[in-house]
Structure formats: structure tokens, C-alpha cells
């Protein structure tokens, strides 16, 4: 027997018990308690847990999937013959055991029981609605769960396509990085793919939907920059300024490395003179603010996120946390704040003559995963 199964049962066992006690007890008052009426409660007890469990069974069959007209005649339709068997299994009870029960036929008994038949039929409406109400609001709980089981299902498969995206893009990258490395300096080559090779370890056996500790994704950042600071010499230099309470928070795998891969394509990678990068971190107002800033110019389509990796970073940050198009200037006021909470921002902007990627993450998604 399942546990809905004996659910039901339990709480029909409750509920008509209780209207058999309180029929007896009000039709006791009047004949202080004799027999008849312990027998009379009892076998309505009995004929309602037995017409109101067939009942059930004709609602599972004759009105699920059905219309409104439909449904609401089969349960008139079901409570009348629930109420009319209700009836009859009470009649076969007490009319051939007249003398015994109530020591003397009554004449007017039969009478008696048809003219209940209208109080029983209301009765079995009463219970008709209650059971399918509760019934509807069940089945609106198992939809709302498979429904969220099934969003999650494919937030992991969005999130895993997303992922995908990133690792041809790096690896492509890189390898392009050490094949021009290879003619010039066989050393820094093999360094490279060194680095190149843990930071794949770390890329391609990492849970693709999870949230990792900052400093976890931080570590594998500053391999990323060594295999390119080979490339680049001394056009390449980085500085780290990390708030020692952020090392501990759950971010989204490589959103920091398309951060740093940014700032070098379009800022250090165009200037001659290279330039330095610069990554902060802190924890502030229940939010993680994390910023990348390198020299250069914003072109518009920068601005707008054209690319794979901006479009990347954004469509990732909706999925984990539900997304807001940008910050006031990498800052929030009060009121701002508080209609983000629970959202995440990314933006970026133009700063003088450097360009600052802002990135905003609330603290309370510790726990989250999506896997």
C-alpha cells in the first residue's frame, strides 16, 4: 500500500470516526444512549468509509483530464450514488435487526432513512470538495517540484553548453601562445605547457556547474596569466589585491579567467607597450566586488559585450543567480543595493585611460550548486 494510500485512509478514519462520535453523542442527548443509536453511528461510520472510498476511486476515474461541466456533473453524479449506497448498507444494518437494537419494530424507519438520504448527499458534497481540493493542491506541489527538477536539469545542461564554449576558445589560445614559442625559446615552451597542462586539469575535471572558493578559481587565474607572461615578457605584469575574507566564497568556475583573457585581448594585446593588470577583490554589503582593470580604450562594442566571453559571463550569472544589466559605476547606493540583493551585476566601463570590468556576486548563494 503506498503512503498516499495510507494517508487517505488514516484520514478518513479520523474524520468520519469524529462525525460518527458527534452523531452519537447528539443522538444520545435525545435517547440517552441506548443501543440503537450506538449501532446507528457505528454502521454510518462503516457505509461512509466504505461509499466514500468507492467514491474515490470513481473521481480517479471519471474526472481527471476532464472539463468543468464534466467534472463538476460526475461529482454530483458520484456523491448521489455514494449517498444512496451510504443509505442502503445503513438500511440492511438496522431494518432486519429492529427488535434487536432498538427492542421493537419501527414502522417508520424506512421512511426515516429515505428522508436522510438529502442530509447524507450534502454531507458527500462536503467531503467531495475537500478531497479534491486537496487533491488538486498535491497535484500542483508534484507539478511545481517536477517542473523545478526539470529547470535545474536544464540550467545544468545550459550551463555545461556555456562551459563548452570556453574550453576550444582557451586551448586554442594557448596553444597558439606556445607554438609561436617553440622556435624562439624551447624552455619557455615547455614551461608553458606546464602551466597550460594544470590549468586544463583544473578546466576539464572540475564540476562545470558548480560554485568553487574564490581562491581556488584565483590559483588557476595566475597560471593563466604565468602562460601568457611567457608570451608577452615584460609587456605583461599583474598585481593582486584580495580582501582575505573573499577566499572563502563560492564563485562561478572560469568567470575570472574570461575576466583576465578580456583585459589582455583588448587592452594589453594592443598596446605596444603592454601595461599591467590589476584584480581586486572585497567583501562589502553582502556582496562579493571583484574588479579587473587594465590600460586601454573601451570601444563600443566592448561596452555593449559583443563578445563570447562578456555574452558568456552574463548568461552564466543569470543562470546561477538571476542577472542585473550593470553597475553605477562599479558602486551601488542603498537603495540600489537593496534591489539587488540576491542578483548579480557585471559591467564595464571606461576609467581614465584604463578599462575596469565590474563583476558583483551576493555572499548569500554559498550553498548553491547546480550540478
Known amino acids: 500500500m503506498s503512503s498516499n494510500l495510507k494517508r487517505f485512509w488514516l484520514y478518513q478514519t479520523l474524520g468520519w470516526g469524529s462525525f460518527a462520535l458527534l452523531n452519537l453523542s447528539v443522538r444520545g442527548y435525545f435517547s440517552h444512549f441506548g443501543l440503537g443509536e450506538l449501532v446507528n453511528s457505528m454502521s454510518l461510520f462503516a457505509a461512509l468509509m466504505v461509499s466514500t472510498g468507492l467514491l474515490r476511486l470513481y473521481f480517479h476515474r471519471f474526472i481527471e483530464d476532464k472539463s468543468l461541466g464534466k467534472a463538476v456533473a460526475h461529482v454530483l453524479l458520484g456523491a448521489l450514488l455514494a449517498a444512496l449506497l451510504t443509505t442502503a448498507l445503513v438500511a440492511l444494518v438496522l431494518l432486519p435487526n429492529q427488535e434487536l437494537v432498538f427492542g421493537k419494530v419501527i414502522p417508520e424507519a424506512p421512511s426515516q432513512l429515505l428522508m436522510s438520504i438529502p442530509n447524507t448527499l450534502f454531507i458527500i458534497l462536503l467531503w467531495s470538495l475537500f478531497y479534491l481540493v486537496i487533491k488538486r493542491q498535491r497535484l500542483l506541489s508534484q507539478r511545481e517540484k517536477a517542473q523545478e527538477a526539470l529547470q535545474q536539469s536544464l540550467q545544468a545542461a545550459q550551463l555545461d553548453l556555456l562551459l563548452s564554449q570556453i574550453n576550444p576558445h582557451f586551448i586554442f589560445n594557448a596553444i597558439n601562445n606556445i607554438r609561436a614559442l617553440i622556435l624562439e625559446d624551447k624552455d619557455k615552451a615547455r614551461q608553458m605547457l606546464t602551466e597550460l597542462s594544470d590549468v586544463m586539469r583544473y578546466v ?19 597560471q593563466y596569466l604565468s602562460i601568457n607572461e611567457l608570451q608577452f615578457e615584460s609587456r605583461l605584469s599583474y598585481q593582486l589585491d584580495i580582501a582575505p575574507d573573499c577566499q572563502d566564497v563560492l564563485f562561478p568556475k572560469m568567470m575570472l579567467q574570461l575576466m583576465v583573457e578580456n583585459a589582455i585581448k583588448h587592452g594589453i594585446g594592443k598596446r605596444l607597450q603592454g601595461g599591467r593588470i590589476d584584480i581586486s577583490a572585497r567583501c562589502e554589503a553582502g556582496c562579493l566586488l571583484v574588479e579587473v582593470t587594465n590600460p586601454g580604450t573601451l570601444a563600443p562594442e566592448d561596452a555593449r559585450g559583443a563578445g563570447i566571453g562578456i555574452q558568456n559571463i552574463r548568461q552564466r550569472l543569470q543562470l546561477h543567480y538571476g542577472y542585473e544589466n550593470g553597475l553605477e559605476n562599479g558602486h551601488e547606493s542603498g537603495e540600489q543595493a537593496h534591489r539587488l540583493a540576491g542578483k548579480a551585476a557585471f559591467d564595464i566601463r571606461a576609467d581614465g585611460e584604463n578599462v575596469v570590468a565590474c563583476l558583483r ?3 548569500d548563494k554559498k550553498d548553491r550548486e547546480i550540478a
Open 204 to 222: 576539464m575535471y572540475a564540476d562545470s556547474g558548480a560554485l568553487i572558493p574564490f581562491q581556488q578559481e584565483l590559483g588557476t587565474v595566475k
Open 361 to 363: 556576486l551576493p555572499l
